[in-house]
């Protein structure tokens, strides 16, 4: 098997002991938990050296630390996961495995991924269709009504619409981005429109996790495409404006700002989410009370937005910090294979899928500990999520594909 | 466009690095904060599980421990009633009041710091042990002010000068922590008489005569070298109202106003301090200021400066209109008086302990700040001397021991005066200062200044 990805597998290896020494404490200690739990650890960690032994053979030169990442933090996952909701875990094994296939999926269509760029318009269509079939056809879960209900799976399309989304504004970035240099309103004009609606929507769906998140990323390329720093003054007085609005004009907005301020005016009540967070973190103190040993069970969405309570109270704040960590390599990782693409599209396009990672992690991490309101957004590979997983196996997918690809182009 | 990637790598990072340094401050800043909440579930369960520590008089006296009786584990109170309020009690609905609620962290053990003995101890499953609290009271003063009161509704409180350390601090009437699960209703409803208040720290009551010490002294700070013979005919008229006085006193100096306790001498000099600087003198001895004790401690009241009129000025110089403090308070003013001038926030606690008796922390009392000058606490306590050996106190004499004292006769709408008297002894060097209400009591001279001797007496005892 090639030496050239032989780091990858040698992380993947201590991942995989980092994941069956988690299970092997949880069995420890909750004798109830089915032993499939540790079987299933098995699996996860075969399919991640299955996904590794898959780009050797297309002999992939795509960055070595991403996939083990991703093994780790969805590895980590899935520990907490059967920790909180063995129900939930379950299902997100086999979501993992839909991951992983996608994964494949992403790696074998997009052979030359520069390809992609040609068919913006289609993605803005499609990214606004499937938003506008959640607003006809979306049913309620939890605080927003972005959900799309078949049966009894639910799945959230703007997770997928997300990478749509990057997909558009990469592709149309790289062509209009002279243009750009001089803010016109003619040649922002289609782009103001396409993301104003895209968050509008989310919006009215109330889901504004997901509409910061759209922002952010927005911002970010249009930053990176034109060097404009009036670009992010513009856009975050207009964020701050339209937050001002919002508090004033929705209730929910105004609720999730005030508990943000003060959640001990309302313990029980609309604090009760937040403050039960923050005993969590506290009582975990700085090496964690011990996997197993927290109470953060009773904290409400426990096993999606806030698994990283659960997190900081049983892994301490070494171990909060030690996740952190692994994002911020992921982050790392993405950016540096934007910063040695040759393509400018390939440039574009992975600073856009790093960003979208690095925003949404930082949204929930810090709505979670309370240095911002919280919103409603799933931790990439770590909260149970169908629809999150499957967005962020593509996403990593489509980087390693750029990865590779621009790799390819050092070897000529 | 690079370049532009660098510079966005930067700003993605900040926020992460913010982040980190927001885990690290909450868990350095708010973490006892928050693993200590009383609303952290944790906290709640952990309690079933520690063994509470006991609370402890200056001399070891057990105050409140946990016993187990047939595999229960009850919290029983030796003393009773007699310190229901200041060491407080834990009832089953979870309500914790007193000492027991303002160091439930410490009682539980939760300050303990992280180390290897503790962890290994929470390995082997050993059950946890709270720390003990040490206070400053003296069971023998404490009981002696339960008896003193007896059925009456009012508070004593004793402090040791130089300190302030808290020896006594009695409230009645009271009721039996031990027996608080099957009393809990009546002692609710008992508007009448409030069984569950804590008169001493929470009970604002107008403060009558004893408020002279502070008009006094406001007036001797603004004019050290006051020499000025006062003419009192029984009355002062302020504008539209006239302040009656107990007597006709005549031609009167500044000590022996004090000692007959002479209302228009006290108006006069009132309304000389003005509503500003009388206001401020309030301010400095610790009106409207929240006070940081180890219970929780009613601020005491006084109208805004541009709220004391004359005729409002001429009364709250004399104790009575709008002005309200707690007994608390007022042994604090006589604190002043007997440190020199110096006010020090009082202390209920001394050490916390381990169960073998060793040592976590020393608690040192406060510091304190210079209130009046020396000059004037001087001038005030020899005025205080003139009230127990010719005026008012006379009740309060205890042969052979110069007491310092001050009387307080408190009109209030709801009956009869409530009785007051502050004071400390030995004079000249202090070892005891009391405050003692006794609510609707009548003359402060008459039951207020013979609880007082009785404290007095006994404290000086050892």
Known sequence: ?412 | MKNNIIRLIYIVLAPFIILSLYLGYLHLFQGSFLATHPKNPRVIELEKLVNRGKILDREGLILAESVDTNGLTIRRYPYGETFAHVVGYVSDKRIKTGLEASYNDVLLGLTKKPSLKNYLAKLQGKPNEGFNLVTTLDSELQVLGQQLLGGKRGAIVALRPQTNEVLALVSAPSFDPNQLKANWASLNADEAQKPLLNRATQGLYPPGSILKIMTGAGALEKDPELKEIFYCPGYIQVRNYKLNDTAVHGKIDFERAMAVSCNTTFATLGLSLGSEEFYNTALKVGFLKSLDFDLGVNKSFIPAASELPVEDLAQSAIGQGKILATPLHMALLASVIANNGKMIEPSLITQVQTNAREVIEEIKPKEGQQVFSEATVGRIRNAMVKVVTEGTGKNAQIKGVEVAGKTGTAENPHGDPHSWFVGFAPAQNPQIVVAILVENGGQGGKEAAVMAKAIIERALKD
């Open chain 1, 1 to 412: 098997m090639g030496s050239l990805r032989r780091k990858e597998r040698q992380l993947i290896f201590y991942v995989s002991l980092l994941l069956m020494v988690g299970l092997g404490i949880l069995k420890y200690l909750f004798p109830d938990l089915e032993v499939k739990m540790l079987s299933q650890g098995l699996i996860i960690m075969a399919v991640f050296l299955g996904l590794h032994m898959f780009l050797n053979i297309l002999k992939y030169k795509c960055d070595l630390y991403l996939l083990p990442m991703m093994a780790a933090l969805s590895g980590i996952g899935l520990v907490f996961l059967y920790r909180l909701e063995p129900a939930y875990a379950e299902r997100q094994f086999w979501w993992i495995i839909v991951g992983a296939v996608s994964f494949i999926i992403a790696i074998l269509t997009t052979k030359d991924y520069r390809k992609l760029g040609q068919f913006k318009y289609i993605y803005i269509l499609v990214g606004l269709l499937a938003l506008i079939v959640t607003v006809v056809f979306g049913t309620r879960v939890g605080g927003s009504t972005n959900w799309i209900t078949i049966g009894q799976f639910r799945f959230q399309p703007a997770e997928v619409v997300k990478l749509f989304l990057v997909l558009f504004l990469a592709s149309y970035l790289v062509d209009k981005k002279e243009l750009l240099a001089k803010p016109k309103l003619e040649h922002l004009g289609p782009l103001l429109v396409m993301w104003g609606m895209s968050v509008l929507f989310l919006v009215s769906q109330k889901d504004l996790g997901t509409a910061l998140l759209f922002f952010g990323t927005f911002l970010a390329m249009l930053y990176a495409a034109t060097g404009k720093l009036t670009y992010i003054t513009i856009g975050s007085l207009m964020f701050s404006g339209g937050a001002a609005v919002a508090y004033f004009l929705f209730g929910h907005v105004k609720v999730r700002f005030d508990i943000w301020l003060n959640p001990w005016a309302d313990i029980d009540g609309k604090g009760y989410q937040i403050a039960q967070s923050l005993f969590a973190i506290g009582s975990g103190g700085i090496f964690g009370s011990g996997l197993g040993f927290g109470k953060s069970s009773i904290i409400p969405a426990v096993h999606t937005d806030f698994i990283f309570a659960t997190v900081l109270e049983e892994l301490g704040f070494i171990g909060g910090i030690g996740v952190i960590s692994l994002y911020l390599l992921l982050i790392y990782r993405g950016f540096k294979i934007a910063l040695r693409a040759k393509n400018d599209f390939g440039v574009m396009l992975a600073t856009g899928l790093t960003c979208l990672l690095a925003i949404q992690t930082f949204i929930i991490l810090g709505g979670v500990t309370k240095l911002i309101p919280l919103t409603g957004i799933t931790l990439p590979f770590m909260s149970y999520g169908g629809s999150s997983l499957l967005a962020n196996f593509i996403l990593i997918g489509l980087l390693c594909s750029i990865s590779h690809r621009e790799e390819e182009e050092y070897e000529k």
